[in-house]
């Protein structure tokens, strides 16, 4: 009897043990299955690009000099972007002050500035502007959209009115700076965004040596008095094929442009037209003379200008007009120097 006790517990023990085993072994191929076969994203993970949760995408790491705009799909997205193409490129065309219906109070054509279509590094181009707006704007002191940024652009560069955001036009501009940023990144700023690096002189800026640059670099396609050069029939018709730099016809005296550092900054990389950031023509000292040129002409006149920059501690150094919260003079604002 105390022998058929022991064997009985003998027995549970093997099978107590035995089935232990078994549990061990199921658990250690449940964690190989799962480590080969994980689960499907989360929502979460389904609303997000890879890695777009750690601030970026793989892409571009800078704006591609000769960048190649993609072909525009034959769907509802690739038209609009197509037509926001030739809303940058002809935008006195389609929208200037001689179009039934004038959005703009120039003729210029958005790609006077941003260049090439808005894919020129350095020359303020769009490629990957969708993936860094909404983003802090000191003109006005808040958060704003990319479609606020482009109603700064109409206001102020092209001397017109801003867009109602869901505007057929500004949806088609969206939609095309979408299309050029498919493979920048997500949440940062890459190279060629912007305007290149500049080291503005320790002293005033020299008008009279910045007219010299003028005749030298500018004048055979802006012209002796800034007018610039009207495009002929099927060359920028209604446009200009070189833009006016002041007069009626140009940005005026609120648009970025107009301030001494933008300008020069923009024209070191970019002017004479054919130049490239890496291979500028103009020093620092000619960029910063000739911009003070050219921002010294009379130009279209903003109103409520005085708005701008709700917090005055925000306001750049080369803001050409007041209020300052400093004692510095608006001559030395607009010309320089600033070491201030």
Known sequence: MHY???????????????????????????????RRFPSPPGPADLRLPPDSRQGHSAGLTAVPDNFEIPAFEDTPE????????????ETYALVGPDTRDPLTGNRLACC????????????????GLSGVFPIYIGREDKIESLEERINGCFERSMNGKALDVNHEVMRAMITYIRHISKEAPVGVRIKGQGFVDFT???????KERGAAVYEKNCLSCHGAGGEGIKG???????????????????????????????????????????VTHDSPVL??????????????????????KEKDYP?????????????YTDAVSPEQHKYGPFNF
């Open 200 to 206: 503005p002189p320790a002293r005033a800026a020299d």
């Open 283 to 304: 020093t620092d000292e000619e960029a910063y003379d000739v911009a003070a040129f050219v921002n010294s002409q009379a130009r279209p006149v903003k109103a409520d």
């Open 232 to 274: 002929s029939t099927g060359n920028r018709e209604g446009g200009y094929l070189y833009p006016p730099l002041w007069g009626p016809d140009s940005y005026n005296d609120g648009a970025g442009m107009a301030r001494l550092l933008t300008a020069a900054r923009f024209i070191k990389a970019n002017m004479p037209l054919g």
């Open 78 to 89: 690739g038209q609009l972007a197509a037509y926001g193409y030739r809303l940058i490129t």
């Open 112 to 127: 006077s500035c941003h260049l090439n279509g808005g894919t020129k590094p350095f020359s303020a181009p769009y490629i």
């Open 4 to 34: 058929n006790n022991q064997h009985i517990g003998l027995v549970k023990l093997v099978k107590y043990i035995t089935v232990l085993l078994a549990l061990v072994v199921l658990l250690i191929v449940c964690a190989v299955v799962v």
């Open 311 to 323: 917090d005055l501690k925000k306001k750049p150094k080369d803001c050409p007009y007041p209020p």
